[in-house]
């Protein structure tokens, strides 16, 4: 009987996979590939968690906040370091999601959801995503670990009995993992990625230039100046912030190899999470990595020469994937349509 009522409200939900990042939200729909894809920010009105305009203030319009919003708003990102901080922040921010997915759709039956969490958090940490989704309308939730979900979305063969790396960069962690049979062989989850890069531009700019900016300023410096690897046409660009000791708007004249050299400290880290994987993986599957190489995705990927500079620290083929951002919610996506494929990573995550 339960099999035949969940059945009939899968006829009419909309079932989806969801990237649930400290940076982006990404959501996938099987047959229809992602279809939504802002910021993990939310506005809400100081003394309560009211969002703002019946939720037009999430997402890329809440983003636009930061930094900017009068006395009675606040701009809040619910996710750090890949974990809710802010549990009610968090249930508003996916119920507004779930329902511009569903649509205002009465018929519409609650969905049945999959989602990507990072693979260091803790039991408790994971029964808090499956408890903000079911509150957020969720029938029925699964978890999958953010570097499978990236291999799956990447075509690797993690059924295979070869090894597959993938390394993850998104805001609040890295995920690297080695992947083969449907499991993670070996794998870190260190929480320095793309938050932690635009925090150590901010502190270079405070040292170097004593300009006070804020984190989108910074996020802007990354993606227009940033690199990991020495460019042929260095870069330039103009920033401006409030100078520390005047309090004065103040613009500076700011470079590519100065940025580099504040991003040394997180992309190092990274780079040793890397290579403690590769240091613990069995020889064998070392022996598939020297062709199939590791692939980069998540949008720290897309740092200018982050490929050269992790290959030339492991000495193994490196390669940023194809559309790195949405390699983890097409993941979902794909799991959605191939619940038995689930079914075997879950079997063998339980048996690891």
Known sequence: MLKMIDRVAGMFSVDMGIDLGTANTLVCVP?????????????????????????????DRAKEMLGKTPGNIQAIRPMRDGVIADFEICEAMLRYFIRRVQGNRKMF????????????????????????AERAGARRVFLIEE?????????????????????????????????????????????????????????????????????????????????????????????????????????????????????????EEIIQAVRRTLEKTEPELSADLVDSGICLCGGGALLRGLDKRIQASVEVPVAVAEDPLTAVARGTGIILDNLDLLKQILETAEDV
């Open 31 to 59: 047959g229809r590939g992602v279809i939504l894809s802002e910021p993990s920010v939310v506005a809400v009105r100081k003394g309560s968690n009211t969002v703002l305009l019946n939720g037009l203030a999430v997402g």
């Open 109 to 132: 039956a609650n969905p049945q959801v999959v989602i990507a969490i990072p693979s260091g958090i803790t039991q408790v940490e994971k029964q808090a995503v499956i408890h903000s």
């Open 147 to 267: 570097p499978m979900a990236a291999g799956i979305g990447l075509g690797m063969p993690i059924q295979e009995p070869t090894a597959s790396m993938v390394v993850d960069i998104g805001g609040g962690t890295t995920e690297v993992a080695v992947l083969a049979l449907a499991g993670v062989v070996e794998s870190q989850s260190v929480r320095v990625a793309g938050d932690e890069m635009d925090d150590a531009i901010t502190d270079f700019m405070k040292k170097q230039y004593q300009l006070l900016i804020g984190p989108q300023a910074a996020e802007r410096i990354k993606i227009a100046v940033g690199s990991a690897w020495p460019l042929e046409q260095e870069l330039q660009l103009t920033v401006k912030g409030r100078h520390a000791k005047s309090g004065l708007p103040r613009p500076a004249t700011i470079n590519s190899e100065e940025i580099r050299e504040a991003l040394l400290g997180p992309i």
